[in-house]
């Protein structure tokens, strides 16, 4: 849409980050999402679109849309491999600055987009999960703590058991393709607006109601032996 053209330049003469690397001075950029129009993947779009830059989301076309018409539309599914992401065009078809990933959960996926992107982007974002370390006894969670054993590449499912090594899978295929150029966030619980999970309101309610608190607990007990003992007389 030529608001990179610097970038694009950069990228052809082979000099992104990592790949003889030069830096390039431009406040704008081009950014493609995997994902993009729910929670977490909606909140990086509207923050990179106040910021100015140019967002291009990558998703399936079924959830609802909410982002703003300036954003642009690439449909596909990631579930199909190589063939589902044909809207990103082939080699040699559309660059962009930085991909951030927000759907990624099997290796299917994940390494049909590296494949497909590797040479089409300066950066590749990929967001794991603080799952990839398991449940840590040790607190807090830092990035010296052992991952889980990978997941292997056919498995499919997701679900408690497999998320976490499903995310350690995906975060080695990324760093084989993109090597410096990858970025690997790892975040913890994430709540805030748009969660379809509602796991926020849901704690915040427990904790209005006094739930799991020792002493609300014991007051609760007390009033339901007093109810069973009044319905007894």
């Known amino acids: 849409?030529?608001?990179?053209?610097?970038?694009?330049?950069?990228?052809?003469?082979?000099?992104?980050?990592?790949?003889?690397?030069?830096?390039?001075?431009?406040?704008?950029?081009?950014?493609?999402?995997?994902?993009?129009?729910?929670?977490?993947?909606?909140?990086?779009?509207?923050?990179l679109l106040r910021a100015g830059h140019a967002v291009t989301v990558f998703t399936r076309g079924v959830s609802p849309d909410p982002l703003p018409r300036e954003v642009e539309r690439l449909h596909g599914d990631r579930?199909?491999?190589?063939?589902?992401?044909?809207?990103?065009?082939?080699?040699g078809?559309?660059?962009?600055?930085?991909?951030?990933?927000?759907?990624?959960?099997?290796?299917?996926?994940?390494?049909?987009?590296?494949?497909?992107l590797r040479d089409?982007?300066?950066?590749?974002?990929?967001?794991?999960?603080?799952?990839?370390?398991?449940?840590?006894?040790?607190?807090?969670?830092?990035?010296?703590?052992p991952q889980l054993p990978p997941a292997a590449d056919d498995?499919?499912?997701v679900d408690g058991q497999t998320y976490g090594p499903l995310k350690v899978a995906n975060e080695a295929i990324v760093g084989a393709h993109f090597g410096a150029r990858a970025v690997l966030l790892r975040p913890q619980i994430v709540v805030g607006p748009?969660?379809?999970?509602?796991?926020?309101?849901?704690?915040?309610?427990?904790?209005?109601?006094?739930?799991?608190?020792?002493?609300?607990e014991k007051h609760r007990r007390r009033e339901r032996q007093e109810r069973r003992a009044q319905r007894r007389l």
């Not at 970038?7 to 993009?36: K, N, Y």
């Not at 794991?128 to 010296?144: F, I, L, N």
């Open 194 to 216: 748009h969660d379809p999970t509602n796991r926020l309101a849901h704690w915040l309610q427990r904790a209005a109601l006094g739930v799991g608190h020792p002493a609300v």
């Open 120 to 145: 089409r982007v300066g950066r590749y974002v990929y967001v794991s999960a603080v799952m990839s370390y398991g449940d840590a006894r040790q607190r807090p969670v830092t990035e010296d703590h």
């Open 79 to 91: 579930d199909a491999g190589a063939a589902g992401l044909a809207a990103l065009g082939g080699a």
């Open 1 to 47: 849409r030529g608001k990179s053209a610097a970038f694009r330049r950069q990228f052809a003469a082979g000099s992104w980050p990592g790949t003889h690397c030069r830096a390039v001075d431009t406040a704008v950029m081009e950014i493609l999402i995997l994902g993009g129009t729910q929670f977490i993947g909606r909140h990086v779009a509207e923050a």
């Open 155 to 157: 498995v499919t499912e």
């Open 93 to 116: 078809g559309r660059r962009w600055d930085a991909c951030v990933d927000v759907s990624g959960y099997t290796p299917r996926q994940v390494r049909a987009s590296a494949e497909a």
